[in-house]
Protein backbone atom coordinates (compact mmCIF):
# COMPACT_ATOMS: atom_id res chain seq x y z
CA UNK A 1 0.00 0.00 0.00
CA UNK A 2 1.43 3.09 -1.21
CA UNK A 3 0.32 6.52 0.83
CA UNK A 4 0.68 10.27 -0.98
CA UNK A 5 -0.11 12.63 1.29
CA UNK A 6 -0.22 16.62 0.74
CA UNK A 7 -1.59 19.82 1.91
CA UNK A 8 0.73 21.26 4.47
CA UNK A 9 2.03 24.79 4.33
CA UNK A 10 3.04 27.78 6.25
CA UNK A 11 -0.10 29.29 7.79
CA UNK A 12 -0.72 32.37 10.39
CA UNK A 13 -2.09 30.66 14.06
CA UNK A 14 -5.65 31.08 13.67
CA UNK A 15 -5.91 29.69 10.62
CA UNK A 16 -7.06 26.39 8.84
CA UNK A 17 -5.49 23.93 6.74
CA UNK A 18 -6.65 20.65 5.14
CA UNK A 19 -4.51 17.77 4.35
CA UNK A 20 -5.19 14.77 2.38
CA UNK A 21 -3.77 11.46 1.89
CA UNK A 22 -4.65 8.91 -0.45
CA UNK A 23 -4.10 5.16 -0.75
CA UNK A 24 -3.26 3.16 -3.02
CA UNK A 25 -5.64 0.54 -2.32
CA UNK A 26 -8.58 0.11 -0.23
CA UNK A 27 -7.66 -0.19 3.99
CA UNK A 28 -9.07 -0.64 7.48
CA UNK A 29 -7.72 2.16 9.23
CA UNK A 30 -5.93 5.59 8.46
CA UNK A 31 -4.16 7.98 11.02
CA UNK A 32 -2.36 10.83 11.39
CA UNK A 33 0.66 11.12 13.07
CA UNK A 34 3.32 14.74 13.72
CA UNK A 35 6.94 14.85 14.64
CA UNK A 36 7.75 18.42 15.67
CA UNK A 37 11.52 19.71 15.63
CA UNK A 38 13.13 18.14 18.77
CA UNK A 39 10.55 15.61 19.52
CA UNK A 40 9.03 12.07 19.18
CA UNK A 41 6.53 11.02 17.10
CA UNK A 42 2.90 11.49 18.53
CA UNK A 43 -0.60 10.90 17.34
CA UNK A 44 -2.81 13.19 16.28
CA UNK A 45 -5.97 11.47 14.98
CA UNK A 46 -7.47 8.49 13.43
CA UNK A 47 -10.29 6.36 11.95
CA UNK A 48 -11.51 3.52 10.59
CA UNK A 49 -14.09 1.87 8.07
CA UNK A 50 -17.20 2.23 9.62
CA UNK A 51 -16.75 5.60 10.81
CA UNK A 52 -14.76 5.60 14.78
CA UNK A 53 -12.50 8.64 15.36
CA UNK A 54 -9.59 8.65 17.83
CA UNK A 55 -8.02 12.24 18.96
CA UNK A 56 -5.31 13.29 20.80
CA UNK A 57 -6.77 15.71 23.59
CA UNK A 58 -4.50 18.85 22.25
CA UNK A 59 -6.37 18.82 18.67
CA UNK A 60 -9.60 17.24 19.55
CA UNK A 61 -12.48 20.06 18.86
CA UNK A 62 -9.87 21.69 16.78
CA UNK A 63 -9.06 19.18 13.90
CA UNK A 64 -11.14 16.86 12.24
CA UNK A 65 -10.54 14.05 10.53
CA UNK A 66 -12.93 12.29 7.95
CA UNK A 67 -12.28 9.88 4.92
CA UNK A 68 -13.98 9.26 1.55
CA UNK A 69 -13.72 6.01 0.99
CA UNK A 70 -14.13 5.62 -2.91
CA UNK A 71 -11.35 7.11 -3.05
CA UNK A 72 -9.00 5.57 -0.37
CA UNK A 73 -8.22 9.31 0.66
CA UNK A 74 -8.69 10.54 4.25
CA UNK A 75 -8.74 14.14 5.47
CA UNK A 76 -7.59 15.80 8.59
CA UNK A 77 -9.22 19.37 8.72
CA UNK A 78 -7.11 21.73 10.98
CA UNK A 79 -8.86 24.90 12.47
CA UNK A 80 -7.49 27.25 15.17
CA UNK A 81 -4.34 26.50 14.32
CA UNK A 82 -1.56 26.88 16.88
CA UNK A 83 2.43 27.33 16.76
CA UNK A 84 2.87 24.17 18.74
CA UNK A 85 0.65 22.52 15.81
CA UNK A 86 3.97 23.12 13.73
CA UNK A 87 5.62 19.74 12.66
CA UNK A 88 5.67 17.44 9.46
CA UNK A 89 2.39 15.57 9.38
CA UNK A 90 2.60 11.49 8.78
CA UNK A 91 -0.27 9.50 7.11
CA UNK A 92 -0.29 5.81 8.23
CA UNK A 93 -2.74 2.96 7.24
CA UNK A 94 -3.27 -0.46 8.33
CA UNK A 95 -5.72 -2.88 8.79
CA UNK A 96 -7.10 -4.99 11.23
CA UNK A 97 -6.36 -2.17 13.80
CA UNK A 98 -8.48 -2.02 16.88
CA UNK A 99 -10.37 0.49 18.43
CA UNK A 100 -8.03 0.61 21.54
CA UNK A 101 -4.65 0.63 18.99
CA UNK A 102 -5.62 3.51 16.90
CA UNK A 103 -3.41 6.08 18.73
CA UNK A 104 -0.32 3.38 18.15
CA UNK A 105 2.35 4.00 15.82
CA UNK A 106 3.26 0.04 16.12
CA UNK A 107 -0.39 -0.84 14.78
CA UNK A 108 0.05 1.10 11.44
CA UNK A 109 1.87 -0.74 8.52
CA UNK A 110 2.35 1.68 6.48
CA UNK A 111 3.57 5.30 6.09
CA UNK A 112 3.98 7.79 3.91
CA UNK A 113 6.22 10.81 3.38
CA UNK A 114 5.55 13.52 5.86
CA UNK A 115 4.02 17.03 4.93
CA UNK A 116 5.71 19.80 6.56
CA UNK A 117 3.14 22.05 8.53
CA UNK A 118 4.62 25.60 10.00
CA UNK A 119 2.46 28.14 12.27
CA UNK A 120 3.36 31.58 12.46
CA UNK A 121 2.57 33.04 15.43
Known amino acids: VQLQASGGGLVQAGASLRLSCAAS?????MAWFRQAPGKEREFVAA???????SYTDSVRGRFTISSDTSKNTVYLQMNSLKSEDTAVYYC???????????????????WGQGTQVTVSS
Open 47 to 53: IRRGGST
Open 25 to 29: ERIYA
Open 92 to 110: AAGNGVILSSMNRAGAYNY
